[in-house]
């Protein structure tokens, strides 16, 4: 396999690995964790279903923790060796592009910070419920930090949508990606809505 096929097969496992299995799983996750809306109980039971679930280290290991390591990595190399324009042409999609980089790499921290205060923690003998979320959002400076944090998952996963759409042929015609545009808008509003109304539900 020649260099350039190589780069050309890692991309494509990139961008896939962005929606499948991450996600679904982010898109899973939000709604679960959205059962805070309906108090303290029915996150704790939503969070204990999932937390039981059989095999659920091999799982999140499988389908969530190593392909977020690769597809993290692999994307905080392209954000910094991709090359943006947009100081010379300011369109839509280069301001897209320099953002979805941006994103990766606040989702990055993110994700990794999230990951210490619960699943971490979990070795350590604590329990993933209402009063560990509440306790953690209780501080105004890491509300804020799990608000910017989810709107740059959120943001990066629905944008991603649309290249993924391209790296894979399905939108090859303009019209087409324009219309992609318009779905990625709304997935970002409507997931990145579930997103920040469940951290309300916690303060």
């Known amino acids: 396999m020649s260099k350039q096929d190589s780069s050309f097969f890692v991309r494509r496992l990139h961008s896939l690995l962005g929606v499948v299995p991450l996600g679904v799983f982010l898109v899973q996750h939000l709604i679960i964790n959205n059962f805070a809306t309906r108090g303290p109980e029915a996150f704790n039971t939503a969070a204990g279903f999932m937390g039981n679930l059989p095999f659920v280290l091999v799982l999140e290991t499988f389908v969530i923790y190593l392909p977020i390591l690769f597809h993290g990595i692999y994307g905080v190399y392209i954000a ?37 205060q619960t699943r971490f923690q979990v070795l350590l003998g604590a329990e993933v419920n209402f009063d560990m979320m509440a306790d953690i959002l209780g ?20 944008n991603g949508l649309w290249s993924f759409m391209i790296t894979w042929g399905i939108t090859q015609s303009p019209k087409s990606q324009q219309i992609m545009s318009y779905v990625a808008i709304i997935v970002f509003v409507i997931v990145g809505f579930i997103g920040v109304q469940t951290l309300f539900a916690f303060i």
């Open 80 to 116: 910094f060796t991709a090359k943006n324009n947009v100081g010379q042409y300011g369109t839509y999609r280069n301001w897209m592009f320099l953002i979805q980089r941006i994103t990766g790499i606040i989702a990055f921290v993110f994700i990794a910070i999230h990951v210490y």
């Open 139 to 158: 501080s105004p400076f890491w509300f804020v930090f799990y608000v910017v944090g989810v709107l740059a998952v959120v943001f990066h996963f629905a």
